[in-house]
T-cell receptor, first 113, second 114 residues
């Protein structure tokens, strides 16, 4: 799987929007962009995924650059419960298999009250 | 409630002993996974299984073994051959929807070997 680069940590204030960047300059045409987050002492949870177009769901929005070499996870109004490590992961399903995910170190998001 | 159960939450063992971590899911998912997480690090894939009675090694399978005799269950055995077994172990399952596999994770088992 292609590699992703994320900042080690970011800080934001409660009730403000948060933009979490991810660089994936070696992304292939069949790689999907996934975001997971992990709250302290818990298993990760799925946040959102996309391929080419921007995506919205109840948790967040995903903005994908036109060349697909970077993406941004947007939390529209951060709460203290959003404090977690956020992982940007590329997945290629062209082989058809349910292979495991390759996690980097992610971005540790700190929310200040 | 549908979900993934891992037990126990905390596990303590003496060095040289094998230990089996339990993972059960009632989501009717075909694929299941085991990951290991060390402090301050991301998860690393140990083993995964796409269907019953079949499994593949992940990136760090040495010192571990698995079985998949039932769709709902995917136990992981940490053997005495695993040199640094103390870690946070996470089980996950997935199903294909809209062309992608979304993974659902259990709460994890924190294993300490002394």
């Amino acid at each position: 799987d292609a590699k992703t680069t994320q900042p080690n940590s970011m800080e934001s204030n409660e009730e403000e929007p948060v933009h979490l960047p991810c660089n994936h300059s070696t992304i292939s045409g069949t790689d999907y962009i996934h975001w997971y987050r992990q709250l302290p002492s818990q298993g990760p949870e799925y946040v959102i995924h996309g391929l080419t177009s921007n995506v919205n769901n109840r948790m967040a929005s995903l903005a994908i650059a036109e060349d697909r070499k970077s993406s941004t996870l947007i939390l529209h109004r951060a709460t203290l419960r959003d404090a977690a490590v956020y992982y940007c992961i590329l997945c290629d399903y062209s082989g058809g298999g349910a292979d495991g995910l390759t996690f980097g170190k992610g971005t540790h998001l700190i929310i200040q009250p | 409630d549908g979900g993934i159960t891992q037990s126990p939450k905390y596990l303590f063992r003496k060095e040289g002993q094998n230990v089996t971590l339990s993972c059960e899911q009632n989501l009717n998912h075909d694929a299941m996974y085991w990951y290991r997480q060390d402090p301050g690090q991301g998860l690393r894939l140990i083993y995964y299984s796409q269907i019953v009675n079949d499994f593949q090694k992940g990136d760090i399978a040495e010192g571990y073994s698995v079985s998949r005799e039932k769709k709902e269950s995917f136990p992981l055995t940490v053997t005495s051959a695993q040199k640094n077994p103390t870690a946070f172990y996470l089980c996950a399952s997935s199903i294909r929807a809209s062309g992608v596999y979304e993974q659902y994770f259990g709460p994890g088992t924190r294993l300490t070997v002394t």
